[in-house]
């Protein structure tokens, strides 16, 4: 993103660490699964036009085979893997002609990467995540949209216990890098955060 970008930030409540990077404007009470405060929070937009929405948002909690909680295991889908949808559908109107989407998932959501089992809600929410971009990525490519799923890293968050390779700030700049050069023909690739394809 180049210093001319201009970043809409919207969320349920805001961190200092997004008031210190300063966007154009921080919209809050922003919750994925909740239609209602999601069209409340875009009429903030008026008529501005956006060229990237990136939908980040997610959910980590831990359902194993033996503690398999059935609420937990809901909640999950409903950030990981339906939020994303409702998301696209109601940024869709604000969406510049050839924008670019891009919505963050995880390798633990690839079935071929998948050597360990554990994390059900996560995993299977984020792959079922992996096939709804899919589908989005081809409905919305004739109307030169393009949508990818991009894994951000192993990366020092709260997510993570702030455990991981990469900080924040390395995972964003990478994620621009790779959003600036991806265009329609990767529509609908799940990438790793070093732009290389990762297998469903
Ligand atoms: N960190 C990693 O190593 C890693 C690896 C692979 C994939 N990812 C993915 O990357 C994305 C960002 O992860 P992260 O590490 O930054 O996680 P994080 O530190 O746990 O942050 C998750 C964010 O999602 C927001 N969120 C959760 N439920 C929401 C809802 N219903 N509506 C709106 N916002 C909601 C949280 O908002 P509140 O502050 O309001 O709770 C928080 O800002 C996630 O999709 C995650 O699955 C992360």
């Given at each position: 993103m180049q210093a001319r970008h201009q970043v809409f930030a919207f969320c349920r409540n805001a961190s200092q660490d997004l008031r210190s990077v300063r966007p154009k404007s921080i919209i809050e009470n922003f919750d994925v699964t909740n239609q209602i405060t999601m069209r409340v929070g875009l009429?903030?937009?008026d008529s501005a036009k956006l060229d990237w929405l990136i939908h980040v948002s997610g959910?980590?909690?831990?359902?194993?085979?033996?503690?398999?909680?059935?609420?937990?295991l809901l909640e999950q889908f409903q950030v990981n893997a339906i939020g994303p949808v409702l998301t696209v559908q109601a940024f869709l109107p604000y969406l510049a002609q050839r924008s670019k989407i891009v919505i963050l998932t995880s390798k633990l959501g690839s079935i071929k990467e998948n050597v360990s089992g554990g994390s059900y809600g996560y995993r299977m929410s984020k792959s079922a995540l992996n096939m709804a971009g899919k589908s989005m990525s081809e409905e919305l490519r004739p109307r030169g949209k393009t949508l990818f799923l991009l894994h951000p890293?192993?990366?020092?968050?709260?997510?993570?216990?702030?455990?991981?390779?990469?900080?924040?700030?390395?995972?964003?700049?990478?994620?621009?890098?790779?959003?600036?050069?991806?265009?329609?023909r990767d529509s609908g690739s799940f990438f790793n955060i070093d732009g290389t394809k990762l297998p469903w």
């Amino acid at each position: 993103m180049q210093a001319r970008h201009q970043v809409f930030a919207f969320c349920r409540n805001a961190s200092q660490d997004l008031r210190s990077v300063r966007p154009k404007s921080i919209i809050e009470n922003f919750d994925v699964t909740n239609q209602i405060t999601m069209r409340v929070g875009l009429r903030s937009l008026d008529s501005a036009k956006l060229d990237w929405l990136i939908h980040v948002s997610g959910l980590l909690r831990p359902v194993t085979f033996s503690r398999f909680n059935q609420s937990s295991l809901l909640e999950q889908f409903q950030v990981n893997a339906i939020g994303p949808v409702l998301t696209v559908q109601a940024f869709l109107p604000y969406l510049a002609q050839r924008s670019k989407i891009v919505i963050l998932t995880s390798k633990l959501g690839s079935i071929k990467e998948n050597v360990s089992g554990g994390s059900y809600g996560y995993r299977m929410s984020k792959s079922a995540l992996n096939m709804a971009g899919k589908s989005m990525s081809e409905e919305l490519r004739p109307r030169g949209k393009t949508l990818f799923l991009l894994h951000p890293g192993f990366v020092k968050t709260d997510m993570t216990g702030f455990r991981g390779n990469i900080n924040p700030a390395e995972s964003a700049r990478a994620m621009i890098k790779i959003i600036s050069t991806k265009s329609l023909r990767d529509s609908g690739s799940f990438f790793n955060i070093d732009g290389t394809k990762l297998p469903w």
